[in-house]
């Protein structure tokens, strides 16, 4: 243990209660209260976990606090992007109650947060990576957050109001600063870490270690992967995040040598408004020019030898393009493009699983391995090329659903499962519970400690749905406005604003969510209950108008 404390800055030392000081993790009598680290990554889907069953990508130290802990199978967000997301986890609290209800929105650091309640009980606190509030973090001793959205080499990070540019790749940096701040702590009292990783949000780049080790892997392609969206409405018919046509070669698939760059710094390409141009087209191409510069942006962030080494690996790649390009068909070019996705994507997962190893590894060599709770989680889920597309935001599945692991062998049985409908909602009450402190009465989310400590048993009286909204439209891959509930076996959701659709999906029967019965005469009772359980949990969480005008959606932050 060095003597550099983080603890100097007045931090106050709450008189607990002594039941509340008794009480921790499951029992009534452990006497100290345990350590909380939450890892989280950005975009991380349970498609890409094998102990989720993927046939993508092996993540052994993944695979391993499931093997040691409790694996969730159903645990779902209530606002599927980042932002909006981590407010909800923050607070325990729903996106219309935080305030954050999309990524252009500033976070209300003022309000009650479970870092601010652990710190007041006297726990060590940190934050450290990708943050993306908008505003500065509060309740923690130490911070050290990226910048918007963070970079991949050389992470530029705010350390406690301070900008400092680490060199290095952002997901080893992130577990350095995790592993100092760990080393830092006064051992006698628990510590909460927020490890808050960048990986695996898009544009996807791997560390230098991992470049080309998928080379020779084909990866399986999900059954919709060229899904024509006949079983769907508008809002699927009309999102922006097709990996056919949205994904740009350069910043999205590293399709730009170095010749590439040198030549369009020399000179900048891309249409301008000449007034008779096509408009959608005039859009596009300056889209598209953004982000060549935001790709030349990240490459230039890495020192020569390592683009020397970057630019080797991706060579192969740029070669096969050139002779595709304009002759491939467009089934052709989704396939193609999927696969270089998902070498990048799964080559990023790489990278967090071994620092989620070297991280378990250094907590084991402290003595402090089985002291901590352990929770390993995503902001969210994402599409790996189902329905033919990348990033989020929609209620179905791959993205609403996110990861959950949670290893504490003082209370969780190794090796459990749960089928308990979670949510990130309910993270932070369990984190004030497992500290055997009171949960505040307005968090709205409930504390899954019922069902850590009980091998993953679901409650009589458990949640019979999930609540889900989501708001940043027109933005980003452009998916509309939408609510709606899922209970174990059904899913409805309502599209608005600009248009007026219902979905309702029968999950046991068709999993990937291609057949909407919402006018099947056959569902007419289940579309009723549907119904009627989203209206309980509209009252439930005060989400009684969920179309009110009340959010002025996109305000325009400048990186989202
Ligand atoms: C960036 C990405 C989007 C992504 C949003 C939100 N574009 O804007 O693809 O949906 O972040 O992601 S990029 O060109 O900058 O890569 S979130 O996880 O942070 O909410
Ligand atoms: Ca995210």
């Given amino acids: 243990m060095k003597n550099k404390s983080y603890l100097t800055q007045g931090m106050r030392y709450a008189a ?39 046939g993508l990508v092996e993540t052994p130290n993944l695979d391993r606090l499931a093997r040691e802990g409790m694996l969730f199978e159903n645990c779902y967000v209530s606002n599927a992007i980042s932002g909006p997301s981590r407010a909800c986890i923050l607070t325990g609290k729903y996106s219309h109650v935080n305030g954050f209800t999309d990524n252009s929105r500033t976070f209300d650091g003022d309000q009650q947060t479970f870092p601010k309640v652990l710190h007041e009980a006297g726990y ?27 970079e991949y080499y050389s992470p530029l990070f705010i350390e406690n109001g301070k900008e400092v540019t680490t060199p290095g790749y952002v997901t080893d940096v992130i577990t350095d600063k995790a592993i100092d701040f760990i080393d ?46 006949e079983g769907l409405g ?67 962030r890495m020192t020569d030898s390592e683009k020397e080494a970057w630019d080797k690996a991706f060579a192969p790649r740029i070669a096969e393009w050139e002779q595709m390009k304009g002759k491939a068909s467009r089934e052709e070019i989704i396939r193609w493009k999927y696969q270089q996705y998902m070498k990048d994507y799964c080559a990023v997962i790489k990278g967090v699983d071994e620092n989620v190893g070297r991280l378990l590894k250094h907590l084991e060599e402290i003595g402090e391995l089985d002291n901590t709770i ?10 790996l090329g189902e329905h033919g597309w990348f990033d989020k935001r929609f209620m179905y599945e791959e993205c609403q659903r996110t990861p959950l692991l949670v290893r504490y062998p003082k209370a969780v049985k190794a090796g459990s499962r749960s089928k308990a409908l979670a949510m990130n909602i309910d993270f932070a009450p369990t984190f004030v519970d497992m500290a055997g402190l009171e949960i505040p009465a307005d968090m709205q989310g409930r504390s899954l400690k019922e069902v850590l400590c009980n091998e993953g048993k679901t409650p009589a009286d458990w949640r019979k749905g999930v609540y ?26 309502h599209f608005y604003n600009d248009v007026d659709e219902w979905e309702l999906y029968d999950l046991r029967k068709h999993p990937v969510e291609q ?3 919402y006018d099947d005469p056959a569902y007419a009772q289940i579309r009723h209950q549907m119904h009627a359980l989203m209206e309980v949990l509209q009252q439930e969480c005060g989400d009684n108008d969920p179309q009110e005008k009340k959010f002025e959606f996109f305000k325009g932050a400048a990186t989202l």
């Fill in 184 to 229: 830092n702590c006064d051992k006698d009292r628990p510590f909460a870490m927020l490890y808050y990783h960048k990986a695996p949000h898009r544009n996807w780049m791997p560390a230098q270690r991992h470049l080309g080790i998928f080379d020779d892997k084909v990866f399986p392609e999900p059954v919709s992967l060229l899904d024509n969206y």
């Fill in 515 to 517: 057949v909407n019965v």
């Fill in 234 to 300: 508008s809002a699927a018919r009309e999102q922006a995040m097709e990996i056919g046509r949205d994904m740009w070669p350069e910043w999205d698939l590293k399709l730009m040598s170095p010749e590439a760059i040198a030549r369009f710094e020399r000179e900048e390409q891309g249409l301008t408004d000449s007034g008779d141009a096509n408009k959608d087209d005039v859009k596009r191409a300056n889209d598209h020019k953004s982000s060549i510069k935001q790709y030349i942006a990240a490459y230039n």
């Fill in 16 to 54: 607990l209660p002594l039941t509340a000081a008794a009480l921790t993790g499951c029992a009534d009598t452990q006497p100290k209260r345990p350590n909380i680290i939450i890892m989280m990554t950005d975009d991380h889907t349970a498609q890409a976990m094998s102990c989720y069953g993927s």
């Fill in 468 to 493: 889900y909204h989501y708001y940043e439209y027109p933005s980003w891959h452009m998916v509309k406005r939408h609510y709606g509930v899922r209970s174990n076996d059904f899913k409805l959701i």
């Fill in 374 to 383: 352990i929770v390993y989680t995503s902001d969210q889920g994402f599409f």
């Fill in 124 to 150: 060590q606190t940190a934050m450290i990576g990708k943050w993306h509030l908008n505003s500065d973090p509060q309740g923690f001793d130490f911070w050290s957050i990226l910048v918007g959205q963070g």
